[in-house]
């Protein structure tokens, strides 16, 4: 059997996977709710303060998982999971402390972006050590679905925080209690049993007598694809969330005039279609695809670029049928990416360069969200219409498209 010699207790290893993951997402978009309250309190206006908590983060989080890929790969990822959930505990208990002005509030948000891009840069190293090739993709799977359920329980929990205790730095502080959880599981996990012989021995040579492997790997067109990939995913989800929610509630012609109702609710099923597509992602690719990656990442930009970019039509955004099908189907596509992404690290690469690997496909995803984040904003400024950021979507996911032709499994490592 291909699972010979992986114990069960790789799906202990999978739940704090997990969990690890979704704190540190947690942690990441828990000022969202109460920038209001965090403005009044420090001084400065709603954009600023945005761009503090919530735009800073970003920037840190790509620096900090390029450096912490190295930091991955030496000391492995489970005391990286240690080391960083005290930085979020810290970080969190001095909101109270700091958190009243601009400068303490700044150096809190940076202490948990320092602290994420590492975690974030172990997720395809803990798939190769723990799980066999053909369950990787669904471990993947199944850890990328607990990132957008760890935001929804962020954005909701600080606010009922805020509710029963009137303080927003209080609120923030409570979040310590999630910190401890994953602090607790990385603990268990840094003391437990070590990943199977086998794919520890493959670690071992990969750190001690391969330091050219990261160069190799950098030399292959099918790393930069992937690359590539991250970041036109990240640009396409990125431009859909900040623009299209608000074009889908303006009247026409500008918008399709849904109106925040419809509007939050055809989001929210397209919310609920990038989580159920993690769960199923990596069964899609054994069970039906049969482990052909790169032909899904093909499916997966296609039906967006060609989807998403038929909403700017009165012939489909009258229609609320057809619009939740091209809406839907499109989320269906690009949900696949990400996972998928990672998969392709996991089943191709040696383990000892996987922390450097996953540290610069987070890097590459962030210049994604900065990028179209940018350009989808400055079209509207521009020309106060948002048909250039629809082209810019369908454009995102073909250029997506046409970099998957690259993906092809390595055979330099095999």
Request: glycine share 12%.
């Given at each position: ?34 920038i ?17 908590t ?8 790509g ?63 803990v ?60 603990l ?58 608000n ?15 419809g ?87 040696p ?64």
């Amino acid at each position: 059997m291909e699972d010979a010699g992986y114990p069960k207790y790789r799906w202990f290893i999978l739940v704090s996977l997990c969990i690890v993951q979704a704190t540190a997402v947690m942690a990441l978009v828990s000022p969202a709710t109460i920038i209001g309250e965090i403005s009044r309190t420090i001084g400065v206006d709603l954009g600023m303060t945005t761009q503090i908590t919530m735009v800073a983060v970003q920037a840190i989080i790509g620096i900090s998982a390029f450096f912490g890929g190295g930091v991955v790969d030496h000391f492995g990822p489970y005391r990286v999971w240690t080391g960083c959930s005290f930085i979020f505990i810290a970080a969190t208990l001095l909101v109270p402390v700091l958190g009243d002005t601009l400068w303490g509030m700044l150096l809190i948000r940076s202490m948990q972006g320092v602290a994420a891009g590492p975690i974030m840069s172990t997720i395809p190293l803990v798939a190769a050590q723990w799980f066999p090739l053909k369950e990787r993709g669904i471990v993947i799977g199944l850890q990328g679905a607990t990132v957008p359920l760890g935001a929804i329980i962020s954005l909701n929990f600080v606010p009922l925080v805020f509710r029963k205790t009137g303080s927003w730095q209080a609120a923030l502080a409570w979040m310590a209690i999630f910190f401890i959880v994953s602090l607790t599981l990385s603990l268990i996990v840094s003391l437990g049993p070590k990943p199977p012989e086998k794919e520890s021995a493959l670690t071992r040579e990969s750190r001690g007598e391969n330091k050219g492997e990261i160069i190799r790997a950098l030399r292959l067109p099918a790393t930069w694809a992937a690359f590539l990939c991250g970041l036109w995913f990240s640009w396409d989800v990125r431009i859909f969330n900040d623009v299209i929610t608000n074009y889908l509630v303006v009247d026409p012609p500008v918008g399709a005039g849904l109106g925040p109702a419809g509007a939050g609710g055809m989001m929210s099923g397209v919310n609920a279609v990038f989580i159920l597509t993690a769960v199923v992602s990596g069964f899609i690719l054994e069970k039906i695809f049969r482990g052909r990656l790169r032909a899904l990442v093909l499916l997966g930009f296609i039906l967006p670029s060609v989807l998403w970019f038929s909403i700017k039509f009165p012939s489909v955004h009258s229609s609320i049928i057809t619009l939740s099908a091209c809406m839907w189907t499109g989320a269906f596509g690009i949900a696949l990416i990400s996972p998928l992404i990672t998969t392709f690290f996991a089943k191709n690469y040696p383990e000892g360069i996987m922390g450097k690997l996953g540290g610069l496909m987070i890097v590459f995803n962030q210049v994604g969200i900065f990028i179209g984040m940018a350009v989808g904003s400055l079209s509207i400024s521009i020309t106060g219409r948002y048909d250039i950021a629809i082209y810019l979507v369908g454009v995102g996911a073909f250029m997506g498209f046409l970099s998957a032709f690259l993906l092809k499994e390595p055979k330099v490592f095999s």
